[in-house]
């Protein structure tokens, strides 16, 4: 599968060997871009922040984690593939802010966990020109002619361009629900999604509208 400018998962790993990333790394990156079905450079990105991001908790991909991608683009796959966070097992939520950083924890009975958050330091990201301009979108970065550049830099650089934080991850303790049926379409749902007896989709956000034959 090919990439903007033309870079394949084989041409980035071979990018990858021949600047001396780890060989762990190496195979996160190809298992990452299987999944992903090419190597986009915030997965690459991606893959070097989770691994940082476990290392600070002491954890191996077997262990039980919980994570937060503050982006939908690249950073939660990278996260399914490594960390085994998906949303299909409730380890993984995605709030949207817009912000290129991941968060990470290890389970708690409580509705507070100590974890470590992972995003990109833009004051170390002025050392990196040609990343600086694909990740601030700026006009002058050419997928066509920089791409090659991008990831010598982003392979290069490794957690060069990251910060790394302590923090406490706030989350809602799962709550016990029963099942119930939406007063409009008469769907079955969990009783704790419905508002006034209607489910989210009847109340404001249905996604699709029915074909008539």
């Given at each position: 599968m090919i990439a903007?400018?033309?870079?394949?998962?084989?041409?980035?790993?071979?990018q990858a060997a021949a600047l001396g990333?780890?060989?762990?790394?190496?195979?996160m990156i190809g298992r990452s871009s299987e999944f992903h079905l090419y190597p986009a450079p915030g997965l690459v990105m991606g893959v070097f922040m989770v691994d940082w991001a476990m290392e600070g908790l002491h954890a191996t991909p077997g262990d039980k984690l919980y994570a937060v991608a503050e982006t939908?683009?690249?950073?939660?796959?990278?996260?399914?593939?490594?960390a085994h966070c998906t949303i299909g097992n409730?380890?993984?939520?995605?709030?949207?802010?817009?912000?290129?950083?991941?968060a990470m924890n290890r389970p708690s009975t409580g509705d507070v966990a100590e974890g470590v958050r992972v995003s990109v330091d833009a004051e170390k990201l002025d050392e990196f020109p040609t990343m600086h301009a694909w990740f601030m979108h700026d006009?002058?970065?050419?997928?066509?002619?920089?791409?090659?550049?991008?990831f010598d830099e982003i392979l290069g650089?490794?957690?060069?361009?990251?910060?790394?934080?302590?923090v406490a991850v706030r989350f809602s303790p799962r709550k016990d629900w029963t099942g119930a049926r939406?007063?409009?379409?008469?769907?079955?749902?969990?009783?704790?999604?419905?508002?006034?007896?209607?489910?989210?989709?009847?109340?404001?956000e249905q996604y699709y509208e029915p074909l008539t034959v």
């Open positions: 903007d400018g033309n870079m394949n998962t084989g041409l980035v790993l071979a990333v780890p060989e762990h790394l190496q195979r939908r683009k690249c950073l939660p796959d990278a996260l399914q593939v490594i409730n380890r993984l939520r995605i709030l949207n802010t817009g912000r290129f950083a991941i006009r002058r970065f050419d997928k066509k002619t920089m791409t090659v550049a991008l650089g490794g957690r060069r361009y990251l910060a790394l934080e302590r939406c007063t409009s379409c008469g769907e079955p749902v969990p009783d704790t999604l419905l508002t006034d007896g209607l489910c989210h989709a009847c109340r404001d």
